[in-house]
């Protein structure tokens, strides 16, 4: 009967202690998409600048575009492993429909989130 009240404790100690890893690796997950993210807005930046040519403009807008979707399986994946993290990805996942200029201050919030201390939807 011991063994078996042992074995329940140790089978509940272990759950608690990897159902925090799913949340941390989830912040890991959405940080990572936020490098991408930081990096498609740069560009979409870059691409709103006085002086460029329309192929410039273009060229800039589709790298941003790209950033955009390599940061997509990783929103997917944090919000696989913690789902208060689907604002990112549907946000991202909106990226082909919704120009960046109009996303970018949702991005910006919650990719200052994402890296903040307490990173809490």
């Keep these: 009967m011991a063994r078996?009240?042992?074995?329940?404790?140790?089978?509940a100690v272990a759950a608690l202690a990897l159902s925090?890893?799913?949340?941390?690796g989830?912040?890991?997950d959405a940080r990572r998409s936020c490098v991408h993210v930081k990096a498609a807005l740069a560009l979409q930046t870059q691409s709103?600048?006085?002086?460029?040519?329309?192929?410039?403009?273009?060229?800039?807008?589709t790298r941003a575009l790209t950033e955009l979707?390599?940061?997509t399986p990783l929103a997917a994946a944090a919000t696989?492993?913690?789902?208060t993290w689907n604002p990112l990805?549907?946000?991202?996942?909106?990226?082909?429909?919704v120009p960046l200029q109009y996303e970018a201050p949702a991005l910006t919030r919650l990719c200052q989130i994402a890296n903040s201390s307490t990173p809490i939807l």
């Design 4 to 11: 078996l009240g042992l074995a329940g404790v140790t089978l």
């Design 20 to 24: 925090g890893c799913g949340v941390g």
């Design 26 to 28: 989830a912040v890991a």
């Design 48 to 61: 709103a600048a006085k002086g460029l040519t329309t192929s410039q403009r273009q060229a800039l807008q």
């Design 69 to 71: 979707l390599k940061a």
């Design 80 to 83: 696989s492993a913690d789902g």
């Design 89 to 97: 990805q549907t946000t991202l996942q909106e990226a082909n429909r």
